[in-house]
């Protein structure tokens, strides 16, 4: 079993474990208002944990489907993640709950599930260009936290990840041609002054996860599907290429804040 660390050390933490991206963080203003308080928490990564990992990994595929994820076999999908070289990470040893994984399932693996059936049925642009891509080696990279997992983590889960595809698939030189990573967005109400008689209203859209602007400014295709309540599901696709692109531009702007 594999074990990676990541420390990090913030001052005012706003990091809640109990909160997930459904969850309004009612603790972040009590913790931005505390003076000079530093809290140190180590992130280990993890192989997945088949005996302990299964309830927590559920829960965060439903948190990242929402609504439609009433529909699918999570169970089924559950499973395939625990087959697969899956990277969680956790802050209190490899017997505690995962905060955060990202497992890539190959297409072949997914063929035959309802899921893979439910993303061909989501949007006819994307079904058409993943058969069209079908001939090629292609997976998708599944992927949930909770809502304030520190940036930092996460290139460095992703890296990990592509390194095991490596292992997993028995040579240095292997990786996919295409992922598929879905992933989803949120509505954000604004309202603007644009003279004393009059409010102006507009609704945009933004990242559950940051990572997700460099993966968009680089993919072969970006779908965005219809919003329900609030949140936009959508469907990105980048080669391999373009992914190690993306996530070198990640790092790139974590290094400069």
Do not use: W
Request: proline content about 2%; overall charge negative.
């Amino acid at each position: 079993m594999s074990k990676r660390r990541l420390e990090e050390a913030s001052e005012e933490s706003d990091i809640d474990i109990n909160s997930t991206d459904e969850e309004v963080d009612s603790d972040q203003e009590e913790a931005e208002q505390s003076e000079g308080e530093i809290i140190n928490i180590d992130f280990d990564f993890f192989d997945i944990n088949k005996e302990i990992d299964f309830h927590s990994l559920k829960n965060l595929a439903r948190q990242l489907i929402g609504e439609d994820s009433k529909k699918l076999n999570l169970s089924a999908l559950t499973d395939l993640i625990l087959e697969s070289p899956t990277t969680t990470i956790k802050t209190d040893g490899n017997d505690s709950d995962p905060y955060a994984f990202l497992a890539p399932l190959s297409f072949k693996e997914l063929k035959n599930t309802d899921y893979m059936k439910y993303i061909h049925g989501t949007d006819t642009e994307l079904s058409g260009f993943l058969n069209k891509i079908s001939a090629k080696k292609n997976c998708l990279l599944f992927s949930e936290r909770l809502i304030n997992m520190p940036i930092q983590v996460i290139p460095a889960m992703y890296r990990i990840v592509l390194e095991d595809i490596e292992k997993s698939e028995g040579g240095e030189s292997f990786h996919y041609d295409n992922y598929l990573i879905p992933s989803r967005k949120y509505e954000v109400n604004n309202e603007t002054d644009e003279n004393s008689n009059k409010r102006i209203k507009t609704v945009d859209l933004d990242y559950y996860h940051f990572e997700d602007e460099f993966f968009e400014s680089n993919a072969q295709l970006n779908v965005k599907l219809q919003n329900k309540n609030g949140i936009v599901q959508t469907f990105i696709v980048l080669d391999h290429k373009s992914l190690i692109k993306a996530l070198e531009e990640l790092e790139a702007a974590i290094a400069a804040e």
